[in-house]
């Protein structure tokens, strides 16, 4: 389902504040509407907008424009005013505090004790251009580009590192004087330098230290006590996403980096009690000095007035609320810490080192927060040999788009090692019917193949797609969190050979041209366990309302 809105006047917990339209549903369910206010929202069409608009009962009136020209049209009637563009569209959708615009639906992020959070890819929080990044937390701390950041289109902002800075007036209170709290912060750098400020008010004097920073290699959290004190791991490097997390619990200083699929930490008990208290300005990708600018690109920036869990941190990474236990492959389009839209040959697993490479013009879609466009020509994704962790019991998940435009096609989706003994192909077969039938390929070790069928989904809309195998050979399928109500037990349990190559959307060794995948891939899984009925439910929930 969509994200889920509400109109009120005062405070609303727990959920994204975007003026007096409150955003529910990215992490904490807030039905049913008879007892929390909340109304369902709808997903912008692609390549168009959902516009928001407060009314005196019943939810927000709801206006989907189709394109840059509709959405220009649509204020332009609604206030008699010309409209130059659609960045003047979005300005006059910021200035009002009861109507919202939006292009992509909200990741889930946690917002349990959320003070603030920016996240310039999404409309309300910048709105394409101006000085101002609007705070999506519950104390509405709206930060000042000072000097000219620069807006990418692919969802970030970006600054110069010689003046550039975006400061929050008056906001020391959300961290200063204060025994559980979390910064976090998703940056890339463009080039090192010493004591470059991420995220928190730094003053650069012993006593008056207190957030992240980028020093050389080393992303550090500066936790003063009477002295300078920090903890840091070395994890920076120029041109590498990062998600930085600092926690602090009144007694432990943490430091938390996650990079190129691997996470790395340091802690100290140096400091204890509040934090404390000085007079500074809190700044993003800034320092109240001026020769510590920053020189780089931030995505996303939040707040907490309390200590994250670790299963909150890992929701936060992976921008929605999975299990995690056992996942030994996560790729996803719309994180930009597996897929960065400008540098378009490679994905990074989320859990691993393993990368992927996006071979003969895989293109990207950014619509449904992003996604892998396949042509069915000869467009796949190459992972080389991994797999060593399957044996033979495993969960493969996919959020997918089959394109049925052609009858009789084989889509290649997930190959698993297929044509070498003990490996395993899924297949999507479409017909030009409106649907696709799900086929696993298995090949024996002693070289027979054995294909079941696993029950059909539609084609043409975006469905969440599981194949799981239990520990018995009893082999399912799940569309959108449902079980097809088919399933097959292999007579002798097939264990999968290790550290064969993975591809989606084609099988390098099975070599067949007409085969390869049509449609889009936005998220691809490999658990190391058979996931409950339960789990499987999670998973689906936890990114359905990117999808509808």
Known sequence: MPNILKHSETAVAKALKMGDLYMGGTDVDKGPTSSTGFHNGINPPSGGYTVYMNKASGGPSIVCPAND?????????????????????????????????????????????????????????????????????????????????TFNSNGWLNLDGVDDEITLSGATSLIQQKTAITLCILFRMETLGSLKGLLGTSNYGCTKNLGLVA?????????????????????????KWIYAVGTYDGTTTKI??????????????????????????????????????????????????????????????????????????????????????DETSTTQDLVSSNTGTLTNGVDFSNANAGGWDFDGVDDYITFGTIGSFLSTEFTFELWLNVTDSVGSKENYTFNYGYNSNSSLLLVCNTSGTGNAAIAPYYRSSGGGVTGYGLGNFNT?????????????????????????????????????????????????????????????????????????????????????????
């Open 460 to 548: 043409d809309e975006i469905v969440h797609l599981i194949i799981r195998r239990d520990s018995n050979g009893l082999n399912t399928a799940f569309v959108n969190g449902v079980s097809t109500g088919v399933s097959f037990s292999e007579s002798t349990t097939t264990t999968l050979a290790s550290s064969l190559n993975v591809q989606l959307g084609w099988a390098i060794p099975r070599n067949k041209a007409g085969a390869y995948f049509k449609g889009k891939i936005y998220q691809f899984k490999i658990y190391d366990t058979a996931l409950t009925d339960n789990q499987v439910s999670k998973n689906y929930n936890a990114n359905k309302n990117l999808y509808n």
């Open 69 to 149: 020209a509709e959405l220009i049209a649509f204020p332009q009637k609604l206030t008699g005013e010309s409209m130059a563009d659609v960045n003047a569209c979005f300005a006059y959708f910021a200035g009002e505090s009861d109507k919202m615009v939006m292009h992509n639906p909200m990741y889930t992020v946690v917002t349990d004790s959320l003070v603030a959070y920016f996240s310039p890819s999404a409309i309300p929080s910048y709105p394409r251009s101006g000085t101002t990044l609007y705070d999506l937390g519950s104390e509405g701390h709206n930060g000042t580009i000072v000097n000219g950041g």
């Open 215 to 239: 020093s050389n290699a080393s992303l550090q959290f500066y936790n003063d006590t009477t002295t300078c004190m920090n903890t840091s791991t070395s994890i920076v490097e120029t041109g």
């Open 256 to 341: 938390r980096g996650f990079k190129e699929g691997v996470m790395q930490s340091n802690q100290t008990d140096t400091k204890s009690g509040a934090t404390n208290s000085f007079t500074s300005e809190f700044q993003i990708l800034g320092a109240n000095h001026s020769g510590f600018f920053t020189d780089g690109d931030v995505a996303r920036a939040s707040v907490y007035q309390k200590v994250l869990t670790e299963a909150e941190i890992l929701q936060n990474y992976h921008q929605a609320a999975i299990v995690t236990d056992n996942l030994e492959l996560a790729v996803n389009a719309g994180n930009l810490m597996s897929y960065t839209p």
